[in-house]
């Protein structure tokens, strides 16, 4: 694999419950976020501390400037159900190189005098999300 510009990335998700994937209009950056489960069951006498994972989690979310003709993040926040999803971080490089599964978004819109109305949706996993490369398949 190569590394990749941020530039082509793109981000899909259902306008409802069930719905196939459709690109977000004017996203520009992404984050996702991998993350398991931390207990602490360190003992006396333990020389530092140990855990023990739990489960797994992923999050993230998607930024970028409000487009009164699709509302698919706002109507995604307002009814709590998940929504298909998928995030390809460089669909023009690497288009078999993305995560998927359902997301729970959350919705949030700023503007200013000096500056554009941006909007976010946060999200977390409403499924598995889990990363298919085509050099291993899904969660290599």
Do not use: C, E
Not at 115 to 131: D, F, L, Y
Request: charged content about 10%; overall charge negative.
């Amino acid at each position: 694999m190569a590394r990749s510009h941020g530039r082509n990335g793109v981000i899909y998700m259902g306008a409802t419950q069930g719905a196939a994937a459709s690109p977000v209009a004017f996203q520009a950056s992404w984050t996702i976020n991998m993350t398991t489960d931390k207990q602490d069951v360190t003992a006396f006498g333990d020389p530092v501390h140990v855990y023990v994972a739990g489960l797994p989690d992923a999050s993230g979310d998607f930024n970028g400037f409000w487009d009164d003709s699709t509302s698919q993040t706002y109507k995604a926040a307002t009814d709590g159900l998940p929504r298909n999803f998928y995030l390809y971080p460089n669909i023009t490089g690497q288009p078999s190189v993305y995560w998927f599964g359902t997301v729970i978004a959350d919705f949030s819109a700023d503007g200013a005098i000096g500056g554009p109305v941006n909007v976010k949706s946060t999200w977390n996993a409403g499924s598995v999300v889990q990363r298919y490369t085509p050099f291993g398949g899904l969660n290599s």
